[in-house]
DNA sequence: TTGACATATTCCCATATGGGAATGTAACGT
DNA sequence: ACGTTACATTCCCATATGGGAATATGTCAA
């Protein structure tokens, strides 16, 4: 097997650094193709195509307003990666609180 | 150029669903390469190249102990992603409130 | 209908992948 | 030194990728 399709899910999905920017700049608001290609300085198929892999797992929604497309970006869908990565939070915390403890070894030394 | 290597940082090395599984197992603490394969269930070649993975972009540490490498995940590497992440609550708290408002207007009716 | 604008899709290609199988390397006990 | 245990690495391959370039689709205005 190779690697998984980037469509798979929304953790494969956001693996990719231009379409974490582009859900950035979605989230400030409601936002044209040719808003992103502005903004952003990719090209506009890029823009399409990037757009298109985050809609399959649903980072993004869309409606049309005429000519124009316009995608936000779909929050739902990015709670579960915020509680994964969060279940791991006690080990950050943890190791603030050895090097706390170190820091205060030091001064009493 | 192709997709981004999977060592390039820890949003692409968590894309895959089995490294994910081992930081899990790794989170409740140190664990030697064969503990990971009974656990998990994957061969052992795959555990030690996934392994290899998340050691280059230090989602996890390593230290010897005579014939067996012990393993445990590292939460400073995963804390960005929740960083990040959680630059998106307002999206899915704002949802929320949609519903919640939509949710009182009916029960008013 | 025709032309212009906005977006989407297709084709091509170099590159990285993860699994399987086999093999390599390192540390221990005797 | 030798055999065993514990991991790591290598080779092979089907597959998906993202960019570039070109083209297709869709919507509006006149």
Chains 1, 2 share one sequence.
Not at 4 to 33: K, W
Not at 42 to 50: A, D, G, I, R, T
Not at 60 to 76: A, E, F, I, K, P
Not at 94 to 105: D, G, I, N, S, Y
């Amino acid at each position: 097997m190779a690697r998984a399709a980037t469509t798979s899910d929304a953790f494969n999905a956001v693996a990719e650094p231009r379409r974490r920017e582009i859900l950035q700049f979605l989230a400030t608001g409601e936002r044209s193709v040719g808003e992103i290609v502005m903004r952003l300085g990719f090209e506009q198929p890029s823009v399409s195509k990037h757009l298109r892999v985050l809609l399959e797992v649903k980072l993004v929604d869309v409606r049309r307003d005429g000519r124009h497309m316009l995608y936000r970006t779909n929050g739902d869908a990015i709670r579960p990666l915020h509680e994964w990565t969060g279940t791991f939070e006690r080990l950050w915390k943890h190791q603030l609180l050895q090097v706390k403890a170190r820091a205060e070894k030091k001064s009493q030394a």
